[in-house]
C-alpha cells in the first residue's frame, strides 16, 4: 500500500511520533511518505492509506492540520483513514483522559463526517527551555509556581510520548488497513 502519515506541529515534538508510526508501517512492507501537513501534496489520489494527525494547543490540532482535513474530507471518506493526536491529556489518571480522547479523536473525526479505521492517542513533549510564544512564555512564567502545584514543573523536560505503544500502534494500523477492503 502507498501511505502518506502527516503531522502537524507547534514545537516538534509531534514529528518523532509521526516518524515512529511510519517506521513501524514501513517494517510490514508498505512504502511510506512521513510528510509535514504544511508541505502535504495538493492530491491524495495516490495514496490507499492516509495518517493524519497532531499536537494540541487549547484543545485545538494545528490550522493547517485541521484545514488538511476539512479541504480533503470528501476525497478522505474514500480512503482508508487513521486520526491520532499527541497531547498531555493522555496522560491524565481521572475523567480528563477520555475527555480528551473524544475531544481531539471522536469529535475532531465527526465534525467532518470521518469514520477513522483507528485512532491513536498519545502523550506529549513539553520542553519550556524554549519558546512558546511571548504570550505563553509570559503566562507560564507568572504561573510558574501553581503550574508546579499540579505537577508540572516547568524547569524540566515532560516527555510521555510511549515510543513502545506508538510503534505498536503503527503495526496494528497495517493490519487494520490489510484487513479492510
Ligand atoms: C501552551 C500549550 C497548550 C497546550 N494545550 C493542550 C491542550 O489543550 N490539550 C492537551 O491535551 N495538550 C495540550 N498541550 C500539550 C501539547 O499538546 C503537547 O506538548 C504536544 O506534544 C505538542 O505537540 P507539538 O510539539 O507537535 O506541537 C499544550 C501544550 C502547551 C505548551
Redesign the pocket.
Known amino acids: 500500500m502507498n501511505v502518506l502519515v502527516l503531522y502537524g506541529?507547534?514545537?516538534?515534538?509531534?514529528?518523532k511520533v509521526a516518524q515512529t508510526i511510519g517506521k513501524a508501517l514501513q517494517d510490514e512492507g508498505h512504502v511510506v511518505e512521513v510528510v509535514d501537513v504544511k508541505e502535504a501534496p495538493e492530491s491524495i489520489a495516490a495514496y490507499d492509506l492516509i495518517l493524519v494527525g497532531s499536537?494540541?494547543?487549547?484543545?485545538k490540532w494545528?490550522k493547517e492540520s485541521e484545514a488538511f482535513v476539512e479541504k480533503n474530507a470528501a476525497a478522505l471518506k474514500a480512503k482508508k483513514l487513521a486520526l491520532y493526536v499527541?497531547?498531555?491529556?493522555?496522560d491524565r489518571k481521572d475523567e480528563g483522559y477520555n475527555v480528551?480522547k473524544k475531544r481531539?479523536l471522536d469529535d475532531f473525526a465527526a465534525k467532518y463526517s470521518l469514520t477513522p479505521i483507528a485512532m491513536g492517542y498519545f502523550g506529549?513533549?513539553?520542553d519550556f527551555s524554549y519558546s512558546?510564544g511571548l504570550l505563553?512564555d509570559i503566562i507560564v512564567r507568572v504561573n510558574r509556581r501553581n503550574l508546579r502545584k499540579n505537577g508540572l514543573d516547568t524547569a524540566s523536560v515532560h516527555d510521555t510520548r510511549d515510543w513502545a505503544a506508538i510503534e505498536a500502534w503503527g503495526h496494528e494500523v497495517a493490519k487494520i488497513a490489510q484487513s479492510t477492503t
Open positions: 506541529t507547534r514545537w516538534g515534538g509531534t514529528e499536537g494540541l494547543r487549547a484543545d494545528t499527541s497531547c498531555s491529556m493522555a480528551g481531539y506529549g513533549l513539553m512558546h505563553v
